[in-house]
């Protein structure tokens, strides 16, 4: 199967001997999970069932103190004057 | 030795805090090279924690039970101002800026922590082979995996390396290692533990929780960590039902599909001897089936995938973590593939990529929504069952620990490892494995799981089990 539209949804990029891997591997993987297309059941006999409620909070900011400022700017690869820097997306 | 031996031995001042980090950074600096468990030790932090616990040791007459007891910790939970690799390339220079919700309760316990433990990548797998840091071998036989993916914790709980761990579990990620190192691993009821500052997974699923050496201590972590968090909107507060039965008033039901073929023969014929000692010490037991529970495998790897694949999109190389040199690509979707290509290993993209086709056009229903449905079968059949019996029996996994290397070339037969885990986190229900039978000296993990919130009532019927070796003599 080709698998360049899967990596492209995946935002991966595979290097030639990979992706041959990856392809085999992927495509037992989908047979294995296909598994689920032969079982036959009644959706009514599990629908109904589950009561979903919605959390909310108040969306509040949260001052954060210099040595936490520090921890976070330092997670970041790329930076100019606390912002993050990117490649230009338009 | 245990949290509740150590406890003692801290209250009579028998020993420090102190004494007994320093006697664990020197065993784990002398015996973890052929093990490889850590990731990172603690050297200086833990001493200065192990100095305050002594403070408070000496000067509170009541301290939290933890107080001064030396953990470690799976390397996908935050501590803050260290390194959370979560076994991955892309955060190997990644510092946590916040701490874990689990963290921040031990902390205030005057826990000390010893440092971080080996795991597969983003807790993906199970042998602990998948961590791009190397695997790490199970104390038992070397030659072995420690399962997977807490394989660190679960590991140096067994090598005692430290009193317990932390671990977290998606589809059997605390009770397989727990299993092949020959330890105790509970994994809770979904949302009774913050997942606050856990590298997320699949979100539904995941849950932190202990690996400790007996049933009694797995308990008091899990009482020490569980509980209401703002920050995890599924988290609840956790409340024990009362009047727990009494061992000779359980209704106990073992797997059938447990005993069947495809698990170990000896594993197979000690569960059913289990079955013949224990006739006459509980109401009923009695053998049943769940024919759904044939397809929770690959309902798991939907879902789990569908969920993995949304929660490591952020992994994009500019907020966090590791990214290739901006100046080398043509544009951001360039710079995104790139940088997700160089520092993923292949576990990890192969999940991914099964998430983004379950969850694309044209296959969304086909596959994410049948699983989905599945998962509510599922999740019915467990509570038919729970209606008429108090617990369910089986093996954590079907086979002793495997050799390191055999199953990595082959992604479903490693996947085929979880069967007996992966059931119960798509039901959201609590689960214990603890050290069972004993095979050539290679463990093998009884697996307890229960309805929700029913922890109290596997810790019991766990206590009993183990304590009642003498009377199931498995090979040891």
């Known amino acids: 199967m080709d698998i360049s539209h899967i990596l492209r949804l995946a935002r991966l990029e595979l290097g030639k001997k990979e992706k041959i891997k990856i392809e085999r591997e992927f495509s037992n993987i989908l047979n294995f999970v296909k598994k689920l297309q032969e079982l036959n059941f009644k959706e009514k006999e599990v629908y109904g069932d589950v009561k979903k409620i919605n959390i909310f909070r108040e969306d509040e900011v949260v001052e954060l103190n210099q040595e936490e400022k520090k921890l976070l700017e330092n997670c970041i690869p790329e930076s100019k004057d606390g912002y993050l820097k990117i490649k230009k997306i338009l | ?476």
């Open chain 2, 1 to 476: 030795m245990t949290i509740i031996e150590l406890r003692e031995k801290l209250k009579n001042r028998e020993i420090s805090s102190l004494e007994i980090t320093k006697n664990y950074l020197e065993k784990i600096k002398k015996e973890d090279k052929k093990i490889h468990s850590f990731l990172d030790v603690y050297k200086e932090d833990a001493i200065e924690m192990a100095k305050r616990a002594d403070k408070i040791l000496e000067q509170n007459s009541s301290p939290h039970p933890l107080c001064g007891i030396p953990c470690v910790v799976k390397d996908n939970i935050l501590i803050k101002g260290h390194i959370a690799t979560a076994g991955s390339k892309i955060l190997e220079n990644y510092i946590a800026p916040y701490d874990a919700t689990v963290i921040k309760r031990l902390k205030e316990a005057g826990v000390v922590f010893l440092g971080k433990t080996n795991l597969d990548e983003f807790a993906m797998g199970s042998s602990t082979e998948n961590s791009a840091f190397g695997p790490t071998r199970n104390p038992n036989d070397l030659n072995r995996v420690p399962g997977g993916s807490s394989g660190g914790s679960a590991a140096a709980v067994r090598a005692d390396f430290c009193v317990f761990a932390l671990g977290s579990d998606t589809g059997g990620s605390i009770r397989q290692p727990a299993s092949f190192c020959g330890v105790v691993g509970l994994k809770p009821t979904y949302g009774s533990v913050s997942r606050y500052g856990l590298i997320a997974m699949a979100s539904s699923l995941d849950v932190i929780g202990p690996i400790t050496k007996t049933v009694d201590d797995a308990k008091i972590v899990f009482e020490a960590i569980r509980g209401r968090d703002p920050m995890d909107s599924t988290s609840f507060d956790f409340v024990s039902p009362k009047n727990i039965k009494k061992i000779k008033d359980l209704k106990i039901a073992i797997l059938k599909e447990g005993t069947s073929e495809d698990v170990d023969q000896f594993l197979k014929e000690s569960i059913l001897k289990l079955k013949e000692d224990l006739k006459d010490r509980v109401l009923i037991i009695d053998i049943v089936s769940i024919p759904s529970l044939k397809y929770a495998l690959p309902t798991y790897y939907i879902i789990m995938a569908s969920e993995a694949s949304t929660n490591l999109a952020r992994f994009d190389g500019i907020r966090y973590g590791k990214s290739v040199s901006s100046k080398e690509c043509l544009d951001i979707f360039n710079f995104y593939i790139k940088t997700r290509g160089r520092f993923l290993g292949p576990e990890v993209k192969r999940r991914i990529m099964l998430g983004a086709y379950s969850l694309s056009a044209g296959y969304y229903d086909e596959f994410y929504s049948r699983a989905c449905l599945i998962q509510k079968k599922i999740i019915l059949d467990f509570k038919r069952l729970f209606s008429k019996f108090d617990l369910l029996l089986l093996p954590t996994s079907p086979s002793p620990p495997f050799k390191l290397g055999e199953k990595v070339d082959d992604p479903i037969q490693m996947y085929l490892s979880d069967i007996f885990t992966v059931p119960v986190n798509l039901a959201q229900l609590p689960a214990i494995s603890i050290p069972f039978a004993k095979k050539d000296d290679l463990p093998f993990g009884l697996q307890i799981v229960g309805p929700k919130y029913s922890e109290d009532k596997i810790f019991n019927f766990a206590r009993f089990i183990m304590n009642s070796k003498h009377l199931f003599e498995f090979g040891e």
